[in-house]
């Protein structure tokens, strides 16, 4: 009986432990079940954690895009606006620097066959200087003169080969303006043939620079343009300055002229007048005898230039 009763309880110990057994089993079955549920549901939310991150991504890319598209069609249209205004401004200004007079034509410079002679005849432009040192050479002893004037610095710069050569001056016709400036004041000996006038009418030291300002700024220049020329005509200022203590004139002949030439288109002084204001060596120069050959020589000097100046002969002195 006692061992039956033994037997009994081993067996249902030995149930209990399998029972056991069995629940721990499922219970760690439904543990790992749950556990993969939940690393399942984990998984899924990262993965639509991602899929969201890299959805907004995308998204974000796509409106950096289009806003950078966008930024940079309006840059570009803001910069092409830009450089198009400038660009119109540029050539608004140049327009104004060149105003509506036809083309100038460059002077022309010829050299005589025995080569001691050189002949200006028409206008001086920016690019006269470069010119005439093309056909310049040691051997020029005498440059002759018909010439209205025209561009202060190439005329400063020709005047200063001039004087530094040597060279004697003759006025054949007409010389005036930066010609007559510059040029025959350059020269070492100087002639006017007969029928010829040296006329003036002021220099770049001669007017208010305010004028100056006040007409450009009528025609529609900027400020930057303004200062631009401001700057350029104080360093021609300053050449002619230089130039005119070099030679020994007094710079007030000019100023003079600029005075008399308000009513009238150049001032032709006669050889007293000039040598008062200390332009010396003056060889020979014809001049008008009378008003009515003065009239005449102008007439003449107007038809040949296909022009119509006024000249004053009032002799102003220093």
């Known amino acids: 009986m006692k061992k039956t009763v033994i037997f009994i309880m081993s067996l249902l110990l030995i149930t209990s432990l399998f029972t056991g057994c069995g629940k721990k089993e499922v219970e760690k079955q439904d543990e790992a079940v749950t556990t993969d549920t939940t690393e399942s549901t984990k998984t899924k939310k990262v993965t639509e954690t991602e899929n969201a991150k890299e959805g907004i991504e995308e998204g974000t890319e796509e409106v950096t895009k289009e806003t950078t598209k966008e930024t940079t069609k309006e840059t570009t249209k803001e910069t092409t606006k830009e450089t198009t205004k400038e660009t119109t401004q540029d050539t608004e200004e140049q327009e104004i620097m060149e105003g509506t007079e036809e083309t100038v034509v460059n002077g022309t410079w010829t050299l005589s066959e025995n080569g001691d002679t050189l002949r200006l005849d ?23 003169i018909n010439s209205g004037g025209g561009d202060t610095y190439s005329g400063l710069r020709i005047a200063k080969v001039i004087y530094d050569s040597k060279i004697d001056v003759v006025v054949d ?17 100087k002639v006017v043939k007969e029928g010829s006038l040296l006329m003036f009418h002021g220099g770049v030291n001669s007017f208010d620079m305010k004028n100056l300002e006040e007409e450009l700024k009528n ?10 020329q401001k700057g350029y005509i104080t360093m021609q200022r300053k050449l002619e300055k230089d130039f005119y ?29 000039l040598s008062s204001f200390g332009v010396t060596n003056i060889e020979k120069m014809w001049y008008p005898a009378t008003d009515e050959e003065f009239k005449k020589t102008v007439t003449s000097i107007n038809e040949m230039m ?13």
């Open 122 to 144: 028409g206008t001086i432009t920016e690019t006269s200087y470069d010119d005439f040192m093309k056909v310049f050479n040691s051997d020029v002893k005498t440059l002759v």
């Open 219 to 228: 025609q529609g220049a900027s400020e930057k343009m303004i200062e631009e």
């Open 245 to 273: 203590e070099l030679v020994g004139v007094d710079l007030k002949l000019l100023e003079y002229s600029h005075v008399i030439t308000e009513k009238v288109g150049f001032w032709a002084p006669n050889p007293e007048v």
């Open 306 to 318: 296909g022009t119509n100046t006024t000249v004053s002969n009032e002799a102003v002195e220093k």
């Open 173 to 189: 016709k007409i010389c005036a303006s930066s010609a007559a400036n510059y040029l025959f004041m350059a020269g070492r000996n």
